[in-house]
């Protein structure tokens, strides 16, 4: 029989997820017989603004008629540009890269303090960010442009002004991944990735913006799924169910005194290895306060119960969870209150969701993010009324299992249809396919100019195919890299090409903006380009 208050106590060092907009059977289960201490919201979970703080209101009502003493976390991955949870009425805003193309870390500040506000008058309380790794390797497939840049000191100082600002909001935030997901080959949501640096490159490169932060007054940092031999003799062991890493690098030998959470224990890089309930188990030990588990409900509690009878047995210390719980409860007493979780009035939403205000500087930021990486002499774009406009736009699909999918069309073309009527929009379905190239190819020659937006091209070479037969027509092509920024080494000729870092809206309506002249932008790259 399992002791139903040590239940409630390990409940509180978890954080689960949930299908839907509002409350579910299982989450009332979770919430009255074990405790669990936090909540992470997904766009499954995201309605209108209205609708998510009638969620979250209804989440803390639950909460306080369990009994708890403090209000819950709730959570979400709000990093901003490709990685963003809310929808609806909520302000696009720039993410990282695009951001540390501005090279003005005031602006990560304040996008942070504006994401910050949204999410309070939202009820959430808390956000998975900022990114804090290097994205040092241009083949990335999980981290790009999330991060802000390839330098170590520019991700720390925009990092850090993110994390202030989101801060002076009143939110808790998450450095994430420690040590570093940026240079690697592998998205720990499928496999377990391995970064073999030794602990000088480690010392010079990720460690510094974790470090930086860490100064500054971090409050949670988030553990990656990846196995760092250098840190970790046990071969295969990621970070996350490391001692070495957690307990005797980030703790004893960086100075982190604060919360240190998994990342989603149900990450294949976990769940098919160790399994998420061992797994639980391997991360308390090895120092995390939190542990996240954030789709099956059926894990959810076999984690719980896995974790109480490791602590029944004694292979967990029952000092090491009272220990997580201060930490817990230190960042409860400085984020959360019964009065600000108990709201019900949607004034704030009206005020500051989506406000005026908030588009203005997101479109501001834009302006100096957006970056002209290179321009023969045709930019600004002259055109008379009779010149006619080609626009190839390639549809925005989830690149990696982090991002949510984007349906979206039109965005690029109608973008450019604002300042020329004369323009035809052709769909390019990724991987492009050789009877669309064809027809393309057979028309082409009836535009002056053909613009074509780019995701990640390295990864469709009958796509840089035909770019570069375009190439070889007689108009004017551009390109406008709409995602991954190194797109421009896979393309041996174009006459202009604009980087926006993000495939949205705004961000696409200032590169059109660039292109006919109405706006000067200011962005310069993050990284660099080779080839």
């Given at each position: 029989m399992i002791d139903p208050i040590l239940q409630k106590k390990v409940g509180r060092l978890f954080v689960v997820g949930f299908e839907g907009k509002q409350m579910t059977p299982q989450l009332r289960n979770l919430i009255h017989h074990y405790h669990i201490g936090g909540i992470i919201l997904f766009s499954r979970n995201i309605g209108t603004p209205e609708e998510v703080l009638v969620l979250t209101t209804t989440l803390q009502k639950e909460a306080k008629n369990a009994g708890y003493t403090y209000p819950l976390l709730i959570c979400i991955d709000q990093e901003n540009g490709v990685v963003?949870?809310?929808g609806e009425g909520a302000t696009i805003f720039p993410g990282a890269m695009a951001q540390g193309a501005t090279h003005n870390p005031d602006n990560a500040y304040t996008i942070g303090v504006a994401t910050g506000k949204e999410l309070k008058a939202l009820g959430i309380n808390w956000n998975l960010a900022p990114v804090l790794d290097v994205n040092n390797n241009s083949d990335n497939p999980v981290i790009g442009v999330r991060s802000f840049g390839e330098s170590p000191e520019q991700v720390a100082l925009f990092g850090k002004a993110s994390m202030q600002g989101m801060q002076r909001a009143g939110v808790a935030t998450t450095l994430k991944h420690f040590p570093g997901h940026g240079d690697t080959h592998v998205d720990s949501h499928l496999d377990l990735p391995v970064i073999n640096h030794d602990?000088?490159?480690?010392?010079?490169?990720?460690?510094?913006?974790?470090?930086?932060?860490i100064d500054a007054g971090a409050d949670i940092i988030m553990a990656a799924h990846i196995y760092f031999p250098a840190l970790e003799k046990e071969k295969g062991i990621p970070a996350t169910l490391s001692k070495n890493v957690l307990t005797h690098l980030l703790r004893e030998k960086l100075g982190f005194t604060e919360v240190i959470t998994t990342d989603c224990m149900e990450m294949n890089a976990i769940s098919e290895t160790i399994g998420t309930e061992k797994g639980a188990v391997a991360a308390l030990k090895a120092g995390a306060d939190l542990v996240m588990v954030s789709h099956t409900y059926e894990r959810q509690i076999g984690a719980i119960k896995e974790v109480v009878s490791a602590m029944e047995r004694g292979e967990l210390d029952?000092?090491?969870?009272?220990?997580?719980?201060?930490r817990v409860h230190r960042l409860n007493k400085k984020y959360v209150s019964w009065e600000e979780s108990l709201q019900t009035d949607s004034t704030n939403i009206v005020q500051i969701v989506g406000s005026l205000k908030h588009e203005q500087l997101a479109f501001d930021v834009y302006k100096n993010s957006v970056t002209i990486v290179k321009n023969e002499q045709v930019l600004p774009l002259q055109l008379n009324e009779n010149n006619k406009i080609l626009v190839l736009e390639p549809l925005s699909k989830?690149?990696?299992?982090?991002?949510?999918?984007?349906?979206?069309?039109?965005?690029?073309g109608n973008a450019i249809k604002e300042f020329h009527s004369q323009t035809d929009i052709e769909l390019i379905e990724l991987p492009v396919i050789d009877k669309q190239i064809e027809d393309i190819l057979e028309y082409a020659t009836n535009y002056d100019s053909i613009i074509f937006g780019t995701l990640t091209i390295s990864s469709d070479p009958l796509y840089q195919q035909l770019i570069h037969q375009l190439y070889d027509k007689d108009t004017t092509l551009i390109g406008i890299g709409m995602r991954n920024p190194y797109d421009i080494s896979c393309i041996k000729g174009v006459d202009a090409f604009i980087n926006t870092y993000e495939p949205n809206k705004t961000a696409l309506k200032v590169a059109a903006s660039a292109i006919f002249g109405e706006v000067d932008v200011k962005g310069k790259l993050p990284v660099r380009i080779g080839g």
């Amino acid at each position: 029989m399992i002791d139903p208050i040590l239940q409630k106590k390990v409940g509180r060092l978890f954080v689960v997820g949930f299908e839907g907009k509002q409350m579910t059977p299982q989450l009332r289960n979770l919430i009255h017989h074990y405790h669990i201490g936090g909540i992470i919201l997904f766009s499954r979970n995201i309605g209108t603004p209205e609708e998510v703080l009638v969620l979250t209101t209804t989440l803390q009502k639950e909460a306080k008629n369990a009994g708890y003493t403090y209000p819950l976390l709730i959570c979400i991955d709000q990093e901003n540009g490709v990685v963003r949870r809310l929808g609806e009425g909520a302000t696009i805003f720039p993410g990282a890269m695009a951001q540390g193309a501005t090279h003005n870390p005031d602006n990560a500040y304040t996008i942070g303090v504006a994401t910050g506000k949204e999410l309070k008058a939202l009820g959430i309380n808390w956000n998975l960010a900022p990114v804090l790794d290097v994205n040092n390797n241009s083949d990335n497939p999980v981290i790009g442009v999330r991060s802000f840049g390839e330098s170590p000191e520019q991700v720390a100082l925009f990092g850090k002004a993110s994390m202030q600002g989101m801060q002076r909001a009143g939110v808790a935030t998450t450095l994430k991944h420690f040590p570093g997901h940026g240079d690697t080959h592998v998205d720990s949501h499928l496999d377990l990735p391995v970064i073999n640096h030794d602990i000088d490159r480690l010392e010079k490169i990720e460690f510094i913006p974790f470090q930086q932060c860490i100064d500054a007054g971090a409050d949670i940092i988030m553990a990656a799924h990846i196995y760092f031999p250098a840190l970790e003799k046990e071969k295969g062991i990621p970070a996350t169910l490391s001692k070495n890493v957690l307990t005797h690098l980030l703790r004893e030998k960086l100075g982190f005194t604060e919360v240190i959470t998994t990342d989603c224990m149900e990450m294949n890089a976990i769940s098919e290895t160790i399994g998420t309930e061992k797994g639980a188990v391997a991360a308390l030990k090895a120092g995390a306060d939190l542990v996240m588990v954030s789709h099956t409900y059926e894990r959810q509690i076999g984690a719980i119960k896995e974790v109480v009878s490791a602590m029944e047995r004694g292979e967990l210390d029952e000092r090491n969870i009272n220990t997580s719980m201060d930490r817990v409860h230190r960042l409860n007493k400085k984020y959360v209150s019964w009065e600000e979780s108990l709201q019900t009035d949607s004034t704030n939403i009206v005020q500051i969701v989506g406000s005026l205000k908030h588009e203005q500087l997101a479109f501001d930021v834009y302006k100096n993010s957006v970056t002209i990486v290179k321009n023969e002499q045709v930019l600004p774009l002259q055109l008379n009324e009779n010149n006619k406009i080609l626009v190839l736009e390639p549809l925005s699909k989830t690149r990696v299992l982090v991002e949510d999918k984007n349906n979206e069309r039109y965005l690029l073309g109608n973008a450019i249809k604002e300042f020329h009527s004369q323009t035809d929009i052709e769909l390019i379905e990724l991987p492009v396919i050789d009877k669309q190239i064809e027809d393309i190819l057979e028309y082409a020659t009836n535009y002056d100019s053909i613009i074509f937006g780019t995701l990640t091209i390295s990864s469709d070479p009958l796509y840089q195919q035909l770019i570069h037969q375009l190439y070889d027509k007689d108009t004017t092509l551009i390109g406008i890299g709409m995602r991954n920024p190194y797109d421009i080494s896979c393309i041996k000729g174009v006459d202009a090409f604009i980087n926006t870092y993000e495939p949205n809206k705004t961000a696409l309506k200032v590169a059109a903006s660039a292109i006919f002249g109405e706006v000067d932008v200011k962005g310069k790259l993050p990284v660099r380009i080779g080839g």
